[in-house]
């Protein structure tokens, strides 16, 4: 005779029995959970792609201690030097993806996705978003000198001279020569890139008259215009700098132009979301303090707190929107 068996539930009762299904479904959840509020354990690194005194390295040291601060525990800023900043990158990418290591990303790196042809991995596909920090414009500058006072102007000369005025750049790939690039493609105009090793090199150069033109960064070129070496024609964003409010916009005169760079954080490809979440709240919260907001204007660039899920998108679409540019000006490393 087959030995019978009752239903387990008919042996609990059923308030028991409704509590133990409701706690074994909520398991997963208060995992997650607790695991977001015991993070950070232990210090936690963010992997800067250029050397120590940039722009980008400077960015990494004030979110960074803006995230000691608030979540008790270092986040240590390192180094990774080499390759237009894909050696940092990649270290991200490889990394175990456990909210220890952090890299700071930037418009370089969807630029890098098209201009380094056998990158060994994908900035969409292998890095996880975690937070915009800021969105930077350009400015088209000349030397005091120049006969041209306004961008029309420039543009006028240069349609009548193609080819005989000059462009400098911080290096091939660099934000000062694709934004000259699209500048170039939209207005119809043809100047000469003229690449240095570096931005001020070239800015050096524009000073002393060697070169005519220059879409350098804000925060380089704001000083020298404010001083007067430089005559600042326009500026890159869609938008007028509040630093600099009598410079118009390209936009103003070429319609639909708009180039801008960004910076933010990124976490290897498997991040668990909770982690994510905890670092993108602290980020954006960041971005709102007086003090952090103070020391972005000093840099003339805009705080820009997104969500993962924005920043993500962001990254998608500007990374497509310079791919087009690079290939279309035939820009090669």
Do not use: C
């Not at 993070?39 to 800067?48: G, K, L, M, Q």
């Not at 237009?84 to 969807?110: C, F, H, K, M, Q």
């Not at 001279?161 to 500048?183: D, R, Y």
């Not at 979301?273 to 303090?289: F, M, R, S």
Request: avoid cysteine; aromatic fraction near 6%; glycine fraction near 10%.
């Amino acid at each position: 005779m087959k030995p019978h068996f009752r239903d387990v539930r008919m042996q609990i009762p059923r308030r028991k029995f409704l509590h133990l299904s409701a706690l074994s479904a909520a398991l997963p959840t208060t995992a997650r959970s607790v695991r977001s509020q015991s993070y950070p354990a232990r210090p936690v690194r963010i992997i800067v792609g250029f050397p120590p005194g940039g722009s980008n390295d400077l960015y990494a040291r004030l979110m960074g201690q803006w995230l000691s601060d608030r979540l008790g525990r270092q986040f240590i800023k390192e180094n990774r030097a080499g390759a237009g900043g894909n050696l940092g990158t990649e270290a991200v990418v490889r990394a175990i993806p456990d909210g220890y290591t952090l890299g700071l990303i930037s418009s370089a790196d969807a630029w890098n996705a098209t201009l380094y042809e056998n990158l060994s991995f994908s900035l969409v596909r292998d890095i996880a978003p975690v937070g915009r920090i800021s969105r930077g414009m350009g400015i088209v500058v000349v030397h005091p000198s120049f006969p041209e006072m306004t961008l029309p102007d420039l543009i006028a000369n240069a349609k009548a001279n193609p080819g005989k005025l000059t462009m400098a750049s911080g290096g091939i790939g660099s934000a000062q020569h694709v934004w000259g690039e699209l500048f170039k493609a939209m207005a119809g105009i043809d100047m000469l890139h003229v690449s240095y090793r570096g931005g001020g090199p070239a800015v050096t150069d524009l000073i002393g008259g060697q070169v005519h033109v220059m879409v350098d960064t804000l925060v380089t070129a704001m000083v020298h215009v404010r001083s007067r070496t430089l005559r600042g024609l326009a500026v890159t964003d869609s938008v007028r700098a509040t630093v600099l409010p009598d410079i118009p916009t390209i936009s103003e005169f070429v319609p639909g132009y708009e180039a801008t760079g960004w910076t933010g954080i990124g976490a290897p490809r498997g991040t668990p979301a909770e982690i994510i979440d905890v670092l993108n709240k602290e980020i954006n919260a960041g971005l709102t303090h007086p003090s952090i907001k103070a020391r972005l204007d000093d840099l003339a660039v805009v705080p820009s707190p997104m969500t993962p899920v924005e920043f993500g998108k962001f990254i998608v679409e500007y990374t497509d929107k310079w791919a087009k540019v690079i290939r279309a000006a035939n820009i090669k490393l």
